[in-house]
T-cell receptor, first 116, second 116 residues
Framework: AQSVTQLDSQVPVFEEAPVELRCNYS??????LFWYVQYPNQGLQLLLK??????LVKGINGFEAEFNKSQTSFHLRKPSVHISDTAEYFC??????????????FGTGTRLLVSP | GAGVSQTPSNKVTEKGKYVELRCDPI?????LYWYRQSLGQGPEFLIY????????DSGLPNDRFFAVRPEGSVSTLKIQRTERGDSAVYLC??????????????FGEGSRLTVL
């Protein structure tokens, strides 16, 4: 079964500093990878995804992530964070589709706390 | 609004009682999902509907949990004989059928269930 590890439960950072949120997954086969973000009092929303092709994927709000198959990682990065980036970030993995639905398996989340 | 709507936002009940949680998906989305998020954990898959039928209910923890989507739109998650361990945030998501294959889900804000 797929699993996702987000080692950092909380990452404090100052505004305009760079940030990296770590995600590792357990799979020896092809996978789809996702980052979802949950802002306070809002539902989860898709930040970016890797399905195939270029290993560097860009998402909304200036975030990007790099798929590294050899290290089974999909770390999320932003070169300069804003106060408004304060949120909970979830990494998720699914098997590529065979015939239809493949459930998303989420990590435990990383809370990004941006302070002035 | 145009997003996924979940009611109630908060539900407090006593052990042993019956609970219903409602999800109104985005108009036109054929796929609907229920996830459960316990404290300090990531969302955990419960059930997936494509249209009116449950295409995958492998995540339902036991037979006290049941979900329906009789007309292919609104869904109700039903929990019988609630237990304290059922306390969690229940998340509903919807997508176009393609989203079921690529993990692009649109989540509601969730229904927080507390079982005393």
């Amino acid at each position: 079964a797929q699993s996702v590890t987000q080692l950092d439960s909380q990452v404090p950072v100052f505004e305009e500093a760079p940030v990296e949120l770590r995600c590792n997954y357990s799979s020896s086969v092809s996978v789809y990878l996702f980052w979802y973000v949950q802002y306070p009092n809002q539902g989860l929303q898709l930040l970016l995804k890797y399905l195939s092709g270029s290993t560097l994927v860009k998402g909304i709000n200036g975030f990007e992530a790099e798929f590294n198959k050899s290290q089974t990682s999909f770390h999320l990065r932003k070169p300069s964070v804003h106060i408004s980036d304060t949120a909970e970030y979830f990494c998720a993995v699914s098997d590529p589709p065979g015939r239809g639905f493949q459930k998303l398996v989420f990590g435990t989340g990383t809370r990004l706390l941006v302070s002035p | 609004g145009a997003g996924v709507s979940q009611t109630p936002s908060n539900k407090v009940t006593e052990k042993g009682k019956y609970v219903e949680l409602r999800c109104d998906p985005i108009s036109g989305h054929t796929a609907l999902y229920w996830y459960r998020q316990s404290l300090g954990q990531g969302p955990e898959f419960l059930i997936y509907f494509q249209g009116t039928g449950a295409a995958d209910d492998s995540g339902l923890p036991n037979d006290r949990f049941f979900a329906v989507r009789p007309e292919g739109s609104v869904s109700t998650l039903k929990i019988q004989r609630t237990e304290r361990g059922d306390s969690a945030v229940y998340l509903c998501a919807s997508s176009f059928s393609g989203g079921a294959r690529t993990g692009e889900l649109f989540f509601g804000e969730g229904s927080r269930l507390t079982v005393l």
